[in-house]
């Protein structure tokens, strides 16, 4: 095997196996993601990686990170956003977005000291991930008090259930609250119950804004969620 840009070989062999995403990986497969990992260094998403232990960390992200987090939103995507929640042909024929270089930038270069890329596993795995910061000034609440938010939140789908989603948001917030951050925000699918669940269920509840999003390729609304942080260290 040749390897000219491991990041995108990586991302080839996740999405060459298409949707539903699987649990475990083509003997091929595995001995190419291993290869990339032992010459390179690259974390591995599942299925490379088996499944994450009772005491599996969040920790902060490194850019060796960077193409496991992109293959983890990928995976999420074409499980967790069939049957209406987004358009099928759209997923059909999803790209990887945005690419793996973005989150190589973000882990090494992060906006600001106030904006936390995390990922749920132990270095050399990436189960799901957290990107958070301050509220992007288009969707700033001028009736609340500064807000951080969190920008993505994926696990994969085969760990989801095993708690990663929660574990990755209470690190992010105490991250918040670390920073100074009385309240915290994010958007949801409007078609996507699942997800309202489970942040119903973290203590997160509707603001009642909802804000459209047309991306050209696809169009949807997204709806936003806050929560107080009781203890924020102003």
Known sequence: MVVADPGADLLRLVTAAGDPPPAEPTPAGARSAALIRRRF???LPPPFVGHPGPDEPVRIATATDGPAIAAVKWRAFGANYRGGVLDDDFLDHRGVVPPASFWVGRAMLPPSRRHRLLVWGRPGTVFGYLDAGPVHPEDVDRDAPESGEVYELYVDPVVQGRGGGGRLLDAAE???????????????????PAAQGFYRSRGWEPTGRIIPVDLGVVAFEEMRFARRLDGARS
């Open 41 to 43: 260094g690259l974390a």
């Open 174 to 192: 105490a991250w918040f609250r670390s920073a100074g951050f009385e309240r915290a925000e994010l958007s949801t699918l409007v078609t996507n």
